[in-house]
């Protein structure tokens, strides 16, 4: 079974640039997530889609983070402008139930550096 | 919101010692405890969960046990490989949430 795919896996980028980054969940999985892994900590939810319906953003910087699930399946996260801040790996899950006690099935991640 | 507290943030054993690794939350809400295992460049994985009606689980080397009372919880993993090097987050949701609360992580280091 394919895991979750994630692209690109490294971008750097000047400060105040954008990015895009993109993810493939596990088919026929309901549920993905962005997460922010910032280095020496734990990886923290911005964003949880339900088919393509947002569950929760509430941790998502709404004014320069955005996100979409087209078609209930692939998603983007964008970030414009990208602060030094933002500099992490930026993880996408997926998983079959939407109530927890379901497995998350991570990407390997895409590390960005903001320079 | 949920508050996870990880110790400790790095840990080395010999092999074929055993390891563990504590968390305590906040919420006394909390219904599902899980723990991730993430190997250098990849994602984290789960290892073993468990639930608030459970006191304790095992599969094979790992146990999670449970204190809903004193709210924490405990990775235990015996017979320690080489293999098992490796950051171990703990995490935390809250009944009626679907936000899953990560600790910080343990490295773990299994010296041959």
């Known amino acids: 079974e394919a895991g979750v795919a994630q692209s690109p896996r490294y971008k750097i980028i000047e400060k105040r640039q954008s990015v895009a980054f993109w993810c493939n969940p596990i088919?026929?999985?309901?549920?993905l997530y962005w997460y922010q892994q910032i280095l020496g900590q734990g990886p923290k939810l911005l964003i949880q889609?339900?088919?393509?319906?947002?569950?929760?953003d509430s941790q998502l910087p709404k004014d320069r983070f955005s996100a979409e699930r087209l078609k209930g399946v692939d998603s983007t996260l964008k970030i414009q402008p990208a602060k030094l801040e933002d500099s992490a790996v930026y993880l996408c899950?997926?998983?079959?139930?939407?109530?927890?006690?379901?497995?998350?099935?991570f990407g390997e991640g895409s590390r960005l550096t903001v320079l | 919101g949920e508050n996870v507290e990880q110790h400790p943030s790095t840990l080395s054993v010999q092999e074929g010692d055993s390891a563990v690794i504590k968390c305590t939350y906040s919420d006394s809400a909390s219904n599902y405890f899980p723990w991730y295992k993430q190997e250098l460049g990849k994602g984290p994985q789960l290892i073993i969960d468990i639930r608030s009606n459970v006191g304790e689980k095992k599969d094979q080397r790992i146990a999670v046990t449970l204190n809903k009372t004193a709210k924490h919880f405990s990775l235990h993993i015996t017979e320690t490989q080489p293999e098992d090097s490796a950051v171990y987050f703990c995490?935390?949701?809250?009944?009626?949430?679907?936000?899953?609360?990560f600790g910080k992580g343990t490295k773990l280091s299994v010296i041959p």
């Open positions: 889609f339900q088919n393509n319906g947002v569950v929760d």
């Open positions: 995490a935390a949701t809250g009944a009626g949430s679907y936000q899953l609360t």
């Open positions: 088919s026929g999985h309901a549920t």
């Open positions: 899950a997926s998983s079959i139930a939407r109530a927890w006690g379901g497995e998350l099935f």
